[in-house]
Protein backbone atom coordinates (compact mmCIF):
# COMPACT_ATOMS: atom_id res chain seq x y z
CA UNK A 1 0.00 0.00 0.00
CA UNK A 2 1.66 3.44 -0.98
CA UNK A 3 1.29 6.18 1.69
CA UNK A 4 -1.36 8.72 0.65
CA UNK A 5 1.17 11.44 1.19
CA UNK A 6 3.55 9.40 -1.74
CA UNK A 7 0.49 8.95 -3.92
CA UNK A 8 1.38 10.66 -7.27
CA UNK A 9 -1.13 12.51 -9.76
CA UNK A 10 -2.74 10.06 -12.22
CA UNK A 11 -4.68 11.04 -15.50
CA UNK A 12 -8.03 9.37 -16.21
CA UNK A 13 -9.17 9.32 -19.62
CA UNK A 14 -12.60 9.14 -20.00
CA UNK A 15 -13.36 9.75 -16.32
CA UNK A 16 -16.93 11.67 -17.21
CA UNK A 17 -18.14 8.25 -18.80
CA UNK A 18 -19.55 5.11 -17.10
CA UNK A 19 -16.76 3.25 -16.08
CA UNK A 20 -13.96 5.55 -16.16
CA UNK A 21 -16.45 7.95 -13.30
CA UNK A 22 -16.33 5.25 -11.02
CA UNK A 23 -12.51 4.53 -11.29
CA UNK A 24 -12.71 8.41 -10.42
CA UNK A 25 -14.28 7.80 -7.48
CA UNK A 26 -12.10 4.52 -6.57
CA UNK A 27 -9.21 6.49 -6.97
CA UNK A 28 -10.33 9.73 -4.82
CA UNK A 29 -11.70 7.58 -2.31
CA UNK A 30 -8.16 5.90 -2.32
CA UNK A 31 -6.37 9.19 -1.71
CA UNK A 32 -5.21 9.99 -5.34
CA UNK A 33 -5.08 12.95 -6.72
CA UNK A 34 -6.76 12.93 -10.04
CA UNK A 35 -6.76 14.94 -13.12
CA UNK A 36 -9.23 13.80 -15.93
CA UNK A 37 -9.48 14.88 -19.78
CA UNK A 38 -12.77 13.94 -21.71
CA UNK A 39 -14.15 15.60 -24.65
CA UNK A 40 -17.76 14.80 -23.36
CA UNK A 41 -19.16 13.80 -26.81
CA UNK A 42 -20.48 10.60 -24.66
CA UNK A 43 -19.56 11.57 -21.08
CA UNK A 44 -21.28 13.61 -18.67
CA UNK A 45 -19.24 16.95 -16.57
CA UNK A 46 -21.51 15.94 -13.89
CA UNK A 47 -20.17 13.06 -13.41
CA UNK A 48 -16.67 14.34 -12.63
CA UNK A 49 -16.29 15.21 -9.03
CA UNK A 50 -15.28 18.09 -7.56
CA UNK A 51 -12.49 16.68 -5.98
CA UNK A 52 -10.43 16.29 -9.25
CA UNK A 53 -9.14 18.62 -11.77
CA UNK A 54 -11.36 18.61 -15.02
CA UNK A 55 -9.84 19.45 -18.36
CA UNK A 56 -12.13 19.19 -21.34
CA UNK A 57 -10.55 18.05 -25.00
CA UNK A 58 -9.50 15.04 -26.85
CA UNK A 59 -6.84 12.65 -26.13
CA UNK A 60 -5.10 12.92 -29.55
CA UNK A 61 -4.98 17.02 -28.63
CA UNK A 62 -0.86 16.14 -28.00
CA UNK A 63 -0.48 19.86 -26.99
CA UNK A 64 -3.03 20.27 -24.68
CA UNK A 65 -1.99 16.09 -22.91
CA UNK A 66 1.63 17.28 -22.69
CA UNK A 67 0.65 20.36 -20.75
CA UNK A 68 -1.98 18.23 -18.28
CA UNK A 69 1.78 15.81 -17.85
CA UNK A 70 3.68 18.35 -17.15
CA UNK A 71 1.64 21.12 -15.03
CA UNK A 72 0.21 18.10 -12.84
CA UNK A 73 3.18 16.11 -12.64
CA UNK A 74 1.18 12.71 -13.70
CA UNK A 75 3.55 9.25 -13.34
CA UNK A 76 0.55 7.24 -14.13
CA UNK A 77 -2.25 7.12 -16.57
CA UNK A 78 -5.86 5.11 -16.70
CA UNK A 79 -7.45 5.02 -20.13
CA UNK A 80 -11.13 4.88 -20.55
CA UNK A 81 -11.83 6.90 -23.41
CA UNK A 82 -13.25 5.74 -26.63
CA UNK A 83 -15.81 4.35 -28.74
CA UNK A 84 -17.69 0.81 -27.26
CA UNK A 85 -20.52 0.20 -29.18
CA UNK A 86 -19.91 -3.87 -30.76
CA UNK A 87 -22.79 -3.25 -33.22
CA UNK A 88 -21.70 0.11 -34.60
CA UNK A 89 -17.80 -0.54 -34.53
CA UNK A 90 -19.45 -2.97 -37.12
CA UNK A 91 -21.29 -0.32 -39.58
CA UNK A 92 -18.73 2.77 -38.75
CA UNK A 93 -14.91 0.48 -38.12
CA UNK A 94 -13.22 3.70 -39.12
CA UNK A 95 -14.46 5.53 -35.82
CA UNK A 96 -13.26 2.78 -33.89
CA UNK A 97 -10.25 2.28 -35.43
CA UNK A 98 -9.84 6.49 -34.97
CA UNK A 99 -11.37 6.87 -31.37
CA UNK A 100 -9.66 3.35 -30.12
CA UNK A 101 -6.45 2.87 -31.88
CA UNK A 102 -5.27 5.85 -33.62
CA UNK A 103 -5.67 8.50 -30.35
CA UNK A 104 -4.51 5.63 -28.17
CA UNK A 105 -1.40 5.82 -30.34
CA UNK A 106 -1.07 9.38 -29.53
CA UNK A 107 -1.92 9.66 -25.88
CA UNK A 108 0.58 6.64 -25.69
CA UNK A 109 3.43 9.13 -27.76
CA UNK A 110 2.53 11.44 -24.94
CA UNK A 111 3.31 9.47 -22.21
CA UNK A 112 6.40 8.66 -23.39
CA UNK A 113 7.06 12.19 -24.01
CA UNK A 114 5.87 13.23 -20.65
CA UNK A 115 7.85 10.29 -19.06
CA UNK A 116 4.63 9.17 -17.67
CA UNK A 117 5.66 5.51 -16.06
CA UNK A 118 2.55 3.72 -15.66
CA UNK A 119 -0.27 3.02 -17.74
CA UNK A 120 -3.58 1.08 -17.36
CA UNK A 121 -5.96 0.39 -20.21
CA UNK A 122 -9.38 -0.36 -20.07
CA UNK A 123 -9.51 -3.02 -22.67
CA UNK A 124 -12.25 -5.99 -23.21
CA UNK A 125 -12.99 -9.55 -23.26
CA UNK A 126 -14.33 -8.76 -27.14
CA UNK A 127 -10.68 -9.23 -28.03
CA UNK A 128 -11.05 -13.54 -27.12
CA UNK A 129 -13.89 -13.39 -30.10
CA UNK A 130 -16.01 -16.47 -29.52
CA UNK A 131 -13.31 -18.48 -27.16
CA UNK A 132 -13.00 -21.72 -27.66
CA UNK A 133 -13.06 -22.64 -24.08
CA UNK A 134 -15.36 -21.27 -21.47
CA UNK A 135 -14.02 -19.96 -18.91
CA UNK A 136 -11.66 -18.16 -20.92
CA UNK A 137 -7.84 -17.28 -19.57
CA UNK A 138 -5.99 -14.74 -20.96
CA UNK A 139 -3.78 -17.27 -22.63
CA UNK A 140 -6.53 -17.99 -25.03
CA UNK A 141 -6.47 -17.28 -28.67
CA UNK A 142 -7.58 -13.67 -29.39
CA UNK A 143 -9.22 -13.43 -32.77
CA UNK A 144 -11.51 -11.15 -32.47
CA UNK A 145 -14.92 -10.99 -34.50
CA UNK A 146 -15.87 -7.34 -34.45
CA UNK A 147 -13.81 -3.95 -34.92
CA UNK A 148 -14.35 -2.89 -31.85
CA UNK A 149 -12.72 -6.03 -30.21
CA UNK A 150 -9.68 -5.37 -32.88
CA UNK A 151 -9.36 -2.02 -31.94
CA UNK A 152 -8.55 -2.77 -28.78
CA UNK A 153 -6.56 -5.67 -29.45
CA UNK A 154 -4.14 -3.21 -31.45
CA UNK A 155 -3.60 -0.62 -28.91
CA UNK A 156 -2.83 -3.63 -26.18
CA UNK A 157 -0.22 -4.19 -28.86
CA UNK A 158 0.70 -0.87 -29.16
CA UNK A 159 1.25 -1.17 -25.31
CA UNK A 160 3.29 -4.12 -25.16
CA UNK A 161 5.80 -2.72 -27.83
CA UNK A 162 6.32 0.54 -26.32
CA UNK A 163 6.91 -0.80 -22.46
CA UNK A 164 9.29 -3.25 -24.66
CA UNK A 165 11.22 -0.31 -26.13
CA UNK A 166 10.48 2.71 -23.29
CA UNK A 167 10.51 2.80 -19.24
CA UNK A 168 7.06 2.26 -19.05
CA UNK A 169 4.98 -0.22 -17.50
CA UNK A 170 1.41 -1.11 -18.36
CA UNK A 171 -1.94 -3.11 -17.10
CA UNK A 172 -4.72 -3.83 -19.86
CA UNK A 173 -7.70 -4.96 -18.01
CA UNK A 174 -9.78 -7.15 -20.29
CA UNK A 175 -13.77 -6.47 -19.08
CA UNK A 176 -16.46 -9.07 -19.09
CA UNK A 177 -19.90 -7.60 -18.56
CA UNK A 178 -19.84 -4.49 -16.16
CA UNK A 179 -23.28 -3.57 -14.62
CA UNK A 180 -24.28 -1.95 -11.64
CA UNK A 181 -23.82 1.70 -10.67
CA UNK A 182 -21.83 3.25 -7.70
CA UNK A 183 -23.38 1.90 -4.00
CA UNK A 184 -23.88 5.19 -2.68
CA UNK A 185 -25.32 6.84 -5.93
CA UNK A 186 -23.11 9.37 -6.47
CA UNK A 187 -22.61 8.06 -10.70
CA UNK A 188 -24.14 5.38 -12.83
CA UNK A 189 -24.74 4.31 -16.94
CA UNK A 190 -26.08 7.30 -17.20
CA UNK A 191 -25.37 6.78 -21.94
CA UNK A 192 -28.78 7.27 -23.97
CA UNK A 193 -29.76 4.19 -26.35
CA UNK A 194 -27.40 1.97 -24.01
CA UNK A 195 -27.41 -1.27 -24.94
CA UNK A 196 -26.30 -3.59 -21.86
CA UNK A 197 -29.07 -6.11 -20.90
CA UNK A 198 -28.97 -5.02 -17.20
CA UNK A 199 -29.55 -1.08 -18.08
CA UNK A 200 -31.78 -1.69 -20.60
CA UNK A 201 -33.32 -3.91 -18.10
CA UNK A 202 -33.84 -1.59 -15.54
CA UNK A 203 -34.84 1.23 -17.97
CA UNK A 204 -37.93 -1.04 -19.14
CA UNK A 205 -38.59 -1.53 -14.82
CA UNK A 206 -38.96 2.20 -14.52
CA UNK A 207 -41.41 2.49 -17.53
CA UNK A 208 -38.26 4.34 -20.14
CA UNK A 209 -38.80 1.27 -22.10
CA UNK A 210 -41.63 -1.01 -23.46
CA UNK A 211 -40.40 -4.23 -23.66
CA UNK A 212 -37.06 -5.79 -22.97
CA UNK A 213 -35.97 -8.07 -26.52
CA UNK A 214 -34.11 -11.67 -26.14
CA UNK A 215 -31.93 -12.06 -29.06
CA UNK A 216 -31.85 -15.59 -29.39
CA UNK A 217 -33.00 -18.07 -27.69
CA UNK A 218 -31.59 -21.67 -29.11
CA UNK A 219 -27.37 -21.13 -27.78
CA UNK A 220 -26.23 -24.18 -25.91
CA UNK A 221 -26.98 -23.07 -22.51
CA UNK A 222 -29.14 -24.58 -19.94
CA UNK A 223 -32.23 -22.35 -21.36
CA UNK A 224 -31.17 -21.59 -24.50
CA UNK A 225 -30.11 -17.84 -24.07
CA UNK A 226 -26.61 -16.30 -24.09
CA UNK A 227 -24.83 -16.53 -20.44
CA UNK A 228 -22.35 -13.56 -19.59
CA UNK A 229 -20.34 -12.63 -16.74
CA UNK A 230 -21.66 -9.22 -15.05
CA UNK A 231 -19.04 -7.52 -12.94
CA UNK A 232 -20.11 -4.62 -10.74
CA UNK A 233 -18.91 -1.54 -11.81
CA UNK A 234 -17.36 -0.30 -8.91
CA UNK A 235 -15.92 -3.67 -8.14
CA UNK A 236 -14.02 -3.14 -11.32
CA UNK A 237 -13.36 0.45 -10.65
CA UNK A 238 -11.54 -1.46 -7.80
CA UNK A 239 -9.59 -3.67 -9.70
CA UNK A 240 -8.20 -0.49 -11.49
CA UNK A 241 -6.76 1.23 -7.63
CA UNK A 242 -5.29 -1.93 -7.25
CA UNK A 243 -3.54 -2.84 -10.52
CA UNK A 244 -2.08 1.16 -10.46
CA UNK A 245 -0.56 0.24 -7.13
CA UNK A 246 0.76 -3.22 -8.36
CA UNK A 247 2.62 -0.96 -11.67
CA UNK A 248 4.69 1.35 -9.40
CA UNK A 249 5.56 -1.30 -6.57
CA UNK A 250 7.16 -3.50 -9.41
CA UNK A 251 7.70 -1.06 -12.28
CA UNK A 252 9.55 -3.77 -15.01
CA UNK A 253 6.38 -5.72 -15.04
CA UNK A 254 3.39 -5.62 -17.10
CA UNK A 255 0.05 -7.52 -16.97
CA UNK A 256 -2.89 -8.53 -18.94
CA UNK A 257 -5.80 -9.37 -16.53
CA UNK A 258 -9.68 -10.36 -17.06
CA UNK A 259 -12.38 -8.53 -15.14
CA UNK A 260 -14.85 -11.04 -14.25
CA UNK A 261 -16.28 -13.14 -11.07
CA UNK A 262 -15.96 -16.45 -12.70
CA UNK A 263 -19.56 -17.63 -12.87
CA UNK A 264 -21.94 -15.84 -15.80
CA UNK A 265 -25.96 -15.59 -15.85
CA UNK A 266 -27.94 -16.47 -18.64
CA UNK A 267 -30.40 -13.49 -20.78
CA UNK A 268 -33.56 -14.83 -18.37
CA UNK A 269 -31.82 -15.27 -15.30
CA UNK A 270 -31.53 -11.71 -15.34
CA UNK A 271 -34.12 -10.77 -15.95
CA UNK A 272 -35.31 -13.41 -13.26
CA UNK A 273 -33.51 -11.17 -11.10
CA UNK A 274 -35.13 -7.99 -12.37
CA UNK A 275 -38.30 -8.92 -11.64
CA UNK A 276 -37.59 -10.21 -8.50
CA UNK A 277 -35.57 -6.75 -7.19
CA UNK A 278 -38.95 -5.12 -8.66
CA UNK A 279 -41.78 -7.06 -7.70
CA UNK A 280 -42.45 -6.55 -11.56
CA UNK A 281 -42.51 -8.34 -14.84
CA UNK A 282 -40.91 -7.21 -17.48
CA UNK A 283 -42.62 -7.80 -21.26
CA UNK A 284 -39.64 -9.56 -22.95
CA UNK A 285 -40.04 -10.41 -26.34
CA UNK A 286 -38.44 -12.92 -28.10
CA UNK A 287 -35.69 -12.07 -31.31
CA UNK A 288 -33.74 -13.71 -33.48
CA UNK A 289 -30.06 -14.05 -32.20
CA UNK A 290 -27.89 -11.65 -33.32
CA UNK A 291 -24.54 -12.51 -35.68
CA UNK A 292 -21.56 -12.89 -33.71
CA UNK A 293 -22.60 -13.52 -30.29
CA UNK A 294 -21.32 -16.32 -28.51
CA UNK A 295 -22.95 -18.59 -26.62
CA UNK A 296 -20.94 -18.19 -23.45
CA UNK A 297 -18.32 -15.37 -22.52
CA UNK A 298 -17.29 -16.14 -19.17
CA UNK A 299 -14.05 -14.78 -17.56
CA UNK A 300 -11.26 -17.20 -16.20
CA UNK A 301 -10.59 -14.91 -12.93
CA UNK A 302 -7.43 -16.86 -11.76
CA UNK A 303 -4.90 -14.60 -12.68
CA UNK A 304 -6.13 -11.04 -11.08
CA UNK A 305 -7.00 -13.21 -7.84
CA UNK A 306 -3.47 -14.25 -7.67
CA UNK A 307 -1.63 -11.16 -8.58
CA UNK A 308 -3.48 -8.43 -7.40
CA UNK A 309 -4.60 -8.15 -4.01
CA UNK A 310 -8.51 -7.39 -5.08
CA UNK A 311 -11.31 -9.48 -4.12
CA UNK A 312 -14.76 -8.98 -5.12
CA UNK A 313 -17.36 -7.31 -3.09
CA UNK A 314 -20.71 -6.61 -4.75
CA UNK A 315 -20.87 -10.42 -7.25
CA UNK A 316 -24.41 -10.87 -6.30
CA UNK A 317 -26.68 -10.67 -9.36
CA UNK A 318 -29.30 -8.90 -7.36
CA UNK A 319 -26.98 -6.64 -5.74
CA UNK A 320 -26.21 -5.38 -9.20
CA UNK A 321 -29.69 -5.27 -10.59
CA UNK A 322 -30.92 -3.43 -7.22
CA UNK A 323 -27.35 -0.76 -7.70
CA UNK A 324 -28.05 -0.29 -11.36
CA UNK A 325 -32.30 0.35 -10.45
CA UNK A 326 -31.79 2.86 -7.82
CA UNK A 327 -29.55 5.22 -10.10
CA UNK A 328 -32.02 4.66 -13.11
CA UNK A 329 -34.93 5.74 -10.33
CA UNK A 330 -32.16 9.07 -9.67
CA UNK A 331 -32.03 9.28 -13.39
CA UNK A 332 -35.78 9.55 -13.92
CA UNK A 333 -35.92 11.77 -10.88
CA UNK A 334 -33.73 14.63 -12.88
CA UNK A 335 -35.50 13.90 -16.01
CA UNK A 336 -32.15 12.46 -17.41
CA UNK A 337 -29.05 13.63 -17.17
Known amino acids: MIDRDEKPAVLVTG ?9 VLALLDAGWPVVVIDNLVTGFRSAVPDAAIFAEGDIADQRLVGRLIAEQRIKAI ?18 YYENNTVKSRALIES ?54 AHPLNYCALRYFNVAGADPQGRSGQSTAGATHLIKVAVEAATGKRSHVSVYGTDYDTPDGTGVRDYIHVSDL ?11 IADPE ?16 EVLDAVDRVTNLKLDRRLQPRRAGDPDALIADNSRILAT ?9 LDTIVADALAWERTLAGRGGE
Not at 80 to 95: C, M, N, Q, T
Not at 253 to 268: A, E, I, K, P, Q
Request: charged share 20%; proline share 7%.
Open 111 to 164: AVKGEVRHFIFSSTAATYGIPEQVPVAETARTEPINPYGWSKLMSERMLADTAA
Open 15 to 23: GAGYIGSHA
Open 78 to 95: VHFAGSVVVPESVADPLK
Open 253 to 268: TSHVMNCGYGRGFSVL
Open 308 to 316: LPWRPRRDD
Open 237 to 247: AAAHVDALEKL
